[in-house]
């Protein structure tokens, strides 16, 4: 089973994205002005991609901590 969430925070992910894309813009007779700038674009949806992941994994983490309150010492009943 493919981690969605580790793959989707891959920078050699996305490299690997960016590369397949640029080559089939160039292949298909796209400038390769166009290839860089569809590359740019890929990588900075990407960030943001990365960026959501990432802060939705340290907000659940949070959660998942539970502080507990210490209760006050009880005196002792006095004889």
């Known amino acids: 089973m493919i981690d969605w969430k580790k793959k989707l925070t891959s920078r050699k992910f996305w490299a690997a994205v ?3 894309v ?5 292949a298909f007779g796209g400038s390769e002005q166009t290839a860089v700038q569809i ?9 943001v991609i990365a960026y959501i992941i990432a802060e ?3 907000d659940a983490a949070n959660a998942a901590v539970v502080e507990y309150e210490v209760p006050p010492d009880e005196e002792e009943p006095e004889e």
């Open 18 to 20: 960016c590369n397949f």
């Open 22 to 26: 640029a080559m089939l813009v160039v």
């Open 39 to 47: 590359t740019g674009i890929i990588m900075a949806g990407a960030t």
């Open 56 to 58: 939705g994994l340290v």
